[in-house]
T-cell receptor, first 116, second 112 residues
Framework: EPEVTQTPSHQVTQMGQEVILRCVPI?????FYWYRQILGQKVEFLVS????????KSEIFDDQFSVERPDGSNFTLKIRSTKLEDSAMYFC??????????????FGPGTRLTVL | EDQVTQSPEALRLQEGESSSLNCSYT??????LFWYRQDPGKGPEFLFTLYSAGEEKEKERLKATLTKKESFLHITAPKPEDSATYLCAVQGFSGGYNKLIFGAGTRLAVHP
């Protein structure tokens, strides 16, 4: 069964360092997302990406964040200068269509980011 | 502002003891309501999508229903392997309408 994959599973970094989180969405899906979940809190939307551009972003997704689809299979989230409060589980998701049907979002296993 | 509230926060059941989880929502035009299961340290696993009031979906021991203001996830004769956090999320028509807005979840523990 097709699934979303994410690497690495756990990333430890020093405050101020850049990190890149990687995702491989399901192959025939067209819409890609990043969410995050701080320990013990709700899953929060960060950004959605369609047709090679950002379609929506939340207030959390400031200038320190960027997304890219560098090739036909990968989707990345970059945090330029990490802060302690960026420590969270980051989930990638993808959906087949942006339309009214087939828009279920399937999530990857997550990358746990720890900023020291 | 679109919001999702889930209750109870935590629920402990004996194996075989049926119950329901609630998801109340306010959204400016509902595109879809989604139920996910999340195991500790894992990503949300898709369960159901509901699009309109009166709709029902079933999968094994789970049944999801939808009204204009809330959704219920009914668990019939649960087993210990049903223990997880169940998340409800909505998509609305306002703004970029593909983002999911999640509730805080209900932590379900089923004991033998």
């Amino acid at each position: 069964e097709p699934e979303v994959t994410q690497t690495p599973s756990h990333q430890v970094t020093q405050m101020g360092q850049e990190v890149i989180l990687r995702c491989v969405p399901i192959s025939n899906h067209l819409y890609f997302y990043w969410y995050r979940q701080i320990l013990g809190q709700k899953v929060e939307f960060l950004v959605s990406f369609y047709n090679n551009e950002i379609s929506e972003k939340s207030e959390i997704f400031d200038d320190q964040f960027s997304v890219e689809r560098p090739d036909g299979s990968n989707f990345t989230l970059k945090i330029r200068s990490t802060k302690l409060e960026d420590s969270a589980m980051y989930f990638c998701a993808s959906s087949e269509s942006p339309g009214l049907v087939y828009n279920e979002q399937f999530f990857g296993p997550g990358t746990r980011l720890t900023v020291l | 502002e679109d919001q999702v509230t889930q209750s109870p926060e935590a629920l402990r059941l004996q194996e075989g003891e049926s119950s329901s989880l609630n998801c109340s929502y306010t959204v400016s035009g509902l595109r879809g309501l989604f139920w996910y299961r999340q195991d500790p340290g894992k990503g949300p696993e898709f369960l159901f999508t509901l699009y309109s009031a009166g709709e029902e979906k079933e999968k094994e021991r789970l049944k999801a229903t939808l009204t204009k203001k809330e959704s219920f996830l009914h668990i019939t004769a649960p087993k210990p392997e049903d223990s997880a956090t169940y998340l409800c999320a909505v998509q609305g028509f306002s703004g970029g309408y593909n983002k999911l807005i999640f509730g805080a979840g209900t932590r379900l523990a089923v004991h033998p």
